[in-house]
């Protein structure tokens, strides 16, 4: 049984996957506009921007001083070494990130990244400090197939590395069906899913919901319990969308 009390009041995460979107000009205005909102409203949020690498020094700058965190897309298994265009947990590290997002559906998809090299990858983020953001979610024909329980169990097993502090680590609910598209489970399938997750890892590790969020319907999921938070692509390049979402956090917190 998940014991819903535990996540009562519990502050939500927002995080924002800016993709392969934007120049240095977009994720300056991003940040500012992030930084600007919480130094007039404050902080009632676990805030983490996500850019492309490119921009991550520049936006840690900006947020740095305004409890915003920042976090990479992806990172590499390995410390250092002959892996030409990649980029290691360490060097996110000393750019100022805090978080990376290992697993997501298009890196496994595109980039054929298996259960083991998520886990591999969630390894080295933490090996270097930094909170990894696993993701998992099923396909349209699992679902349809009434196999994503199934899937989702398999995910786990495989892509959370072996004897890990399950407090360091956050997982990402994200339904492929849903990631772009505009579509979004019914708030029981999501809270279904999230307790099938907590079932088996454990109430210590926050699990975000993601796939299509915006501030139209965050409320609605973040008051789901069991769900601590939202990862946010295509809202999160729209800084009113954006911020429109953490409020809407700071209304089931202060529920
Ligand atoms: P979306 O993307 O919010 O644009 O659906 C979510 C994600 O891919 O993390």
């Known amino acids: 049984m ?3 009390q535990h996540y009562a009041m519990k502050s939500k995460y927002i995080i924002g996957n ?5 120049d240095a000009v977009l994720a300056e205005s991003l940040a500012n506009a992030v930084s ?3 130094a007039e409203h404050g902080s009632w949020a676990h805030i983490v921007l996500c ?3 490119l921009w991550l020094e520049r936006v840690a700058e900006r947020v740095g001083d305004r409890a915003i965190a920042v976090g990479a897309q992806d990172c590499h298994i390995e410390k250092k070494g002959a892996y030409t265009g990649d980029i290691s947990a360490e060097m996110i590290r000393s750019t100022g990130g805090a978080y990376v997002i290992v697993g997501h559906s298009e890196r496994r998809v595109q980039h054929k990244e298996e259960n083991a090299t ?3 990858k969630a390894k080295a983020a933490l090996q270097a400090g930094l909170t990894p953001i ?3 979610g099923e396909s349209l024909e699992e679902r349809e197939s009434e196999r994503h329980m199934e899937v989702i169990t398999h995910q786990l097993q495989g892509s959370i590395p072996k004897n890990v502090n399950l407090g360091k680590i956050i997982l990402a609910y994200e339904p492929v069906w849903a990631i772009g598209t505009g579509k979004i489970p019914t708030i029981q399938d999501i809270s279904a899913m999230h307790c099938h997750i907590l079932n088996q890892v454990g109430k210590e590790v926050a699990v975000l919901y993601g796939g299509s969020v915006k501030a139209a319907n965050a409320a609605e999921i973040m008051a789901i319990p069991t769900v601590s938070g939202v990862l946010v692509g295509g809202a ?3 800084a009113e969308e954006f911020c429109g979402i953490v409020t809407a956090a700071k209304e089931i917190v202060a529920v």
């Open 51 to 53: 850019p492309p690498f």
């Open 236 to 238: 999160s390049l729209k």
């Open 118 to 120: 998520v886990a591999a």
């Open 134 to 136: 696993i993701c998992i």
């Open 36 to 38: 600007a909102y919480v």
């Open 18 to 22: 800016w993709k392969m979107h934007g």
């Open 2 to 4: 998940v014991d819903v």
